[in-house]
């Protein structure tokens, strides 16, 4: 991901052997990055506004 003044764009979401990867995005400000295998997903939400920031959220079952 790519922060700009009050936007933020994908530059690149390789998944690794045996996920997927799917995005969202929600305006120009904030990009969702999802990656789900077989038992766990990483999920990055990266803001631009107010500042720019991201985070991660992972869940194994």
């Not at 969202?24 to 990266?46: K, N, P």
């Amino acid at each position: 991901m790519r922060f700009g003044e009050d936007a933020v764009c994908l530059v690149s979401a390789v998944p690794a052997s045996g996920f997927t990867v799917s995005t969202r995005r929600d305006g120009a400000q904030q990009l969702t990055v999802t990656f789900s295998g077989d038992r766990h997903r990483s999920e990055i939400v990266a803001t631009a506004t107010p500042q720019s920031k991201a985070t991660i959220r992972e869940v194994s079952w």
